[in-house]
Nanobody, 113 residues
Framework: QVQLVESGGGLVQPGGSLRLSCVFS????????MGWYRQAPGKQRELVAV??????NYADSVKGRFTISRDNAKNTVYLQMNSLKLEDTAVYYC????????WGQGTQVTVSS
């Protein structure tokens, strides 16, 4: 069974930065496609970024500002978020996908002045 635990969320001013971390507990981390999703109040959950063995992919709204990376030795995936905007406010969820899909519990990111 896979467990995902996110951390790193918080309150930040517009233009600021945060780095989210997601620790994967389970086997074969390196084989999983790892992603970050977010859900703002009243909106559907949306893909932010995904990383596979072949590369990365980003939502248009975060391209050039966010960077997803992974450390297979630490079973951890990161989301570096720079130049944060008010509209980035959401609960951010870590996702792991192989034959089955798993979700973390989410971490709140609030961008506010």
């Amino acid at each position: 069974q896979v467990q995902l635990v996110e951390s790193g969320g918080g309150l930040v001013q517009p233009g600021g930065s945060l780095r989210l971390s997601c620790v994967f507990s389970g086997s074969f981390f390196r084989l999983y496609t790892m992603g970050w999703y977010r859900q703002a109040p009243g909106k559907q959950r949306e893909l932010v970024a995904v990383i596979t063995t072949g590369g990365t992919n980003y939502a248009d709204s975060v391209k050039g500002r966010f960077t997803i990376s992974r450390d297979n030795a630490k079973n951890t995936v990161y989301l570096q978020m720079n130049s944060l905007k008010l509209e980035d406010t959401a609960v951010y969820y870590c996702n792991a996908k192989l034959a089955t899909e798993f979700w973390g519990q989410g971490t709140q990111v609030t961008v506010s002045s």
